[in-house]
């Protein structure tokens, strides 16, 4: 089955600074999707990529698909304390009915 | 609309009980999947139902078994617990292979001691 690697496992930055977050696959993925996990909480979905070089936005969050479609970054711009929490890459199975392969996820922390 | 309910939130049992947990996806949605998640293992796929079948299932004992209703609302059984059961469970609905995004319950925190 597809599997990811993602890293880094943790990263801690000052608020108003930059992170990226990446997820890397030694085979041809079908798809991509980011969720964000609050401390706490359960991972929300944030966004799905599944076309070659795909680029999408949504306010400070960049997600990029490679043009290989075998990696994958989540940048924030400018982080803030309410960024806090783990971002998951996960792998749709496709027809591999509603089974996500799930990377490691990294661990982002914002002081203030 | 209402989310993904799940139902306890917070679960503590002995090793050797059997525990159940409940799912409500979200109206419509007919596709429930179920993962655990510990902090050495991460999320891991048990199993995704659609319309009362099992459709797919993940590397999990046969002590962890689940059902579908009519509704579409979900359980997951699992029997002669393990300290090592001991996880967050979350159930996730989609409304079409996943094509929007997995949402995800709050989970059911259990507890095996």
């Known amino acids: 089955g597809q599997q990811v690697m993602q890293i880094p496992q943790y990263q801690h930055v000052q608020e108003g600074e930059d992170f990226t977050t990446y997820c890397n696959s030694s085979?041809?993925?079908?798809?991509i999707q980011w969720y964000k996990q609050r401390p706490g909480g359960h991972p929300v979905f944030l966004i799905q990529?599944?076309?070659?070089?795909e680029v999408k936005k949504q306010k400070r969050l960049t997600f990029q698909f490679g043009e290989a479609k075998k990696n994958s970054s989540l940048h924030i711009t400018a982080t803030q304390t309410t960024d806090v929490g783990t971002y998951f890459c996960?792998?749709?199975?496709?027809?591999?009915?509603?089974?996500?392969?799930f990377g490691q996820g990294t661990i982002l922390t914002v002081h203030p | 609309k209402a989310g993904v309910t799940q139902t306890p939130r917070y679960l503590i049992k002995t090793r050797g009980q059997q525990v159940t947990l409940s799912c409500s996806p979200i109206?419509?949605?007919?596709?429930v999947s179920w993962y655990q998640q510990t902090p050495g293992q991460g999320l891991q796929f048990l199993f995704e139902?659609?319309?009362?079948?099992?459709?797919n299932k993940g590397n999990f004992p046969g002590r962890f078994s689940g059902r579908q209703f009519s509704n579409s609302r979900s359980e997951m059984n699992v029997s002669t617990l393990e300290l090592g059961d001991s996880a967050l469970y979350l159930c996730?609905?989609?409304?079409?292979?996943?094509?929007?995004?997995?949402?995800f319950g709050s989970g059911t925190r259990l507890t095996v001691v």
């Open positions: 996960a792998v749709d199975g496709g027809t591999s009915y509603g089974k996500l392969t």
């Open positions: 990529l599944v076309k070659s070089g």
């Open positions: 996730a609905s989609s409304s079409s292979a996943g094509v929007s995004g997995y949402t």
């Open positions: 109206s419509g949605h007919r596709s």
């Open positions: 085979t041809t993925l079908s798809n």
């Open positions: 139902y659609f319309s009362e079948t099992q459709r």
